[in-house]
Nanobody, 124 residues
Framework: VQLQASGGGLVQAGGSLRLSCAAS????????MGWFRQTPGKEREFVAAITWSGSRNYYRGSVNDRFTISRDNAKNTVYLQMNSLKPEDTAVYYC??????????????????WGQGTLVTVSS
């Protein structure tokens, strides 16, 4: 499985960005997909996840009501719509795939495949 994240950039506080993550492989529709972010000197942190069917979404508290995760299984793509961005959202954002059932969606250790990361910079 290969994941290709895109859509990062520089935006002013209060603005919006939409990240995309394109996946290879026919089994994409069976994977739980997640977005994580990381800043220098800090651990990678969970942002959002979506089940294989899209029926359940999970978010970290600080992005709830601002970010929306979605997926299009026909296009093998997962999205992260980010609205009302804040300077503290500045980070490298990574998409990830969890390919087997595990008792967590927020622990980065349960994800099997990772994209290369896309930088989001929010200016104040």
């Amino acid at each position: 499985v290969q994941l290709q994240a895109s859509g990062g950039g520089l935006v002013q506080a209060g603005g919006s960005l939409r990240l995309s993550c394109a996946a290879s492989g026919r089994a994409f529709s069976t994977y739980l997909m997640g977005w994580f972010r990381q800043t220098p000197g800090k651990e990678r942190e969970f942002v959002a996840a979506i089940t294989w069917s899209g029926s359940r979404n999970y978010y970290r508290g600080s992005v709830n009501d601002r970010f929306t995760i979605s997926r299009d299984n026909a296009k093998n793509t997962v999205y992260l719509q980010m609205n009302s961005l804040k300077p503290e959202d500045t980070a490298v954002y990574y998409c990830a795939a969890r390919t087997s059932e595990r008792p967590s969606y927020s622990d980065y250790a349960v994800y099997d495949y990772w994209g290369q990361g896309t930088l989001v910079t929010v200016s104040s």
